[in-house]
């Protein structure tokens, strides 16, 4: 397990010297090695989820964080059709695959990678990456509805495909970690990290248009800290963490990522019930 992680080279070299020595080029001053070929048959795409083991290596060589494989905590990453380093580096991996990729440390968030514990590198480095598991956009679909637990979660999945399809509304959003986001308005704020505190505006509503909670009505908006556990529904969570301050979106959400099978704690929504919001980012704390 441990053969992928030596053949990382930890030395700084020229660009063209990296070139003749097998690296290939990802973008300017990024580059690559693939080192073990797994049995994955195709690249990951928009809306995959990546399971890997990450290693990441000063300019010196030395290890400067590990996410711990014997714990099993893999970093889970989504791929997106966006034009960022990750996406760039697992669309030329497949499941299985291990690779490493030299950068510039200013390349990469690592306070947000590591979990605040590289704040920031600006020299070289050198990631070894290992995809344990690749989970494609279309397994993942068919998984939710293979994982159903009753026929209930399986008609409101099929409820909300049919909504969406009805009103041709599948096209005019992002399919982003399991929910449904529309940019109603772009702020011109910061882009909001975990661990902040934050303050938001939203008004939700069932499919039929039903209005259940408004932020707006009551003159009070929601206060919390971003990552904070039981906070705010997962929903938010996933589309909080990609947006910036100003920023107004839409969201549909199935029930796995709001109230799930038990419905809301005060019993406004039914288990098993898909809704929609409308969710502004109103305030990052400085």
């Known amino acids: 397990m441990r053969v992928w992680l030596i053949i990382c080279c930890f030395f700084l070299v020229s660009c063209d010297q990296k070139l003749m020595d097998g690296w290939s080029e990802l973008e300017d001053n990024v580059y690559f090695k693939i080192h073990t070929l797994g049995d994955g048959e195709q690249k990951a795409g928009d809306g995959d989820k990546i399971f890997a083991q990450l290693d990441i290596y000063g300019a010196s060589g030395k290890l400067i964080y590990r996410n711990n494989l014997s714990s099993g905590a893999l970093h889970r990453f989504n791929v997106s059709s966006s034009n960022s380093i990750w996406n760039k580096m697992f669309m030329v991996m497949h499941e299985g695959d291990s690779a490493t990729f030299s950068m510039n440390g200013n390349k990469l968030d690592l306070a947000k990678l590591t979990q605040d514990k590289v704040v920031s590198y600006p020299e070289e480095l050198t990631l070894a990456v290992k995809i344990w598991r690749l989970e494609t956009h279309r397994d993942q679909l068919a998984n939710n509805m293979k994982e159903a637990p009753a026929d209930l979660e399986l008609l409101e999945l099929n409820n909300l495909k049919t909504y969406l399809d009805s009103n041709n509304l599948t096209d005019k959003f992002h399919f982003v970690d399991g929910i449904f986001v529309q940019y109603i308005k772009r702020g011109n704020g910061a882009k909001v990290q975990s661990g902040q505190s934050i303050w938001i505006n939203y008004k939700g509503q069932f499919l039929n248009g039903k209005e259940f ?59 098993f019930t898909s809704v929609m919001y409308e969710l502004e980012l109103y305030k990052i704390s400085s």
């Open 213 to 271: 909670d408004n932020t707006y009505k009551r003159g009070q908006m929601l206060d919390f800290q971003l990552g904070k556990p039981d906070q705010v529904i997962r929903g938010f969570e996933i589309a909080l963490s990609k947006m910036n301050e100003g920023d107004k979106v839409r969201l549909y959400l199935p029930s796995s990522y709001a109230f799930g099978g038990q419905g809301s704690s005060n019993g406004q929504v039914p288990p």
